[in-house]
């Protein structure tokens, strides 16, 4: 009976450490989520409305700013990936010892299976997208409205959103 109880002792343990480690990876994406992106898209605006820089300069202020999105995307996606294997071992703990935990408890967003991430996965190549343009823009010296581009950028994903939340409610009946 003691050795049971050494062992049950051992998996709680086990699951705190688990739950205090995903805890941890969820907070550096939440962050760098934060950091990445504003920073992407304070490079995206002092190249678009700075006059007096030259070519160049946007230019390798916009390979900068792929490189650090880049970056913290793979940051992201490893942090992501490290909170699904701790949350999976979270969910495999409760199972074990029958007892109903806040991770078997927690729905995926809008009925989606780690909706929240695709959501932000679409951002990173809205923006990703936003750089190739510029770049583009830039090395062919093509005049463009910034307005209209961000209008376009934004209006593809906003209808692909309303498509899916679409599904899910004719889905949910």
Known sequence: MKLQDGLREIRLTEYQKAQDSAEHHNTIMWTLINVGIGFSLTILYLVWTTQNLDALTKLISLFIGALTLFYFSFIIETSNERIK???????????EYKFIG????????????????????????????????????????????????????????????????????????
């Open 102 to 173: 806040q991770h078997s408890l927690i729905k995926d967003f809008l009925g989606i299976k780690n909706g929240g991430i695709m959501i932000l996965r679409l951002m990173k190549l809205i923006l990703f997208f936003m750089y190739l343009l510029s770049i583009i823009v830039l090395l062919t010296k093509v005049e463009f409205n910034l307005f209209i581009l961000i209008g376009v950028i934004f209006s593809i994903p906003a209808v692909i959103i309303s498509m899916i939340i679409e599904i899910i409610y004719i889905k949910r009946g």
């Open 85 to 95: 294997i701790k949350y999976n071992l979270c969910k495999q703990i409760e199972k």
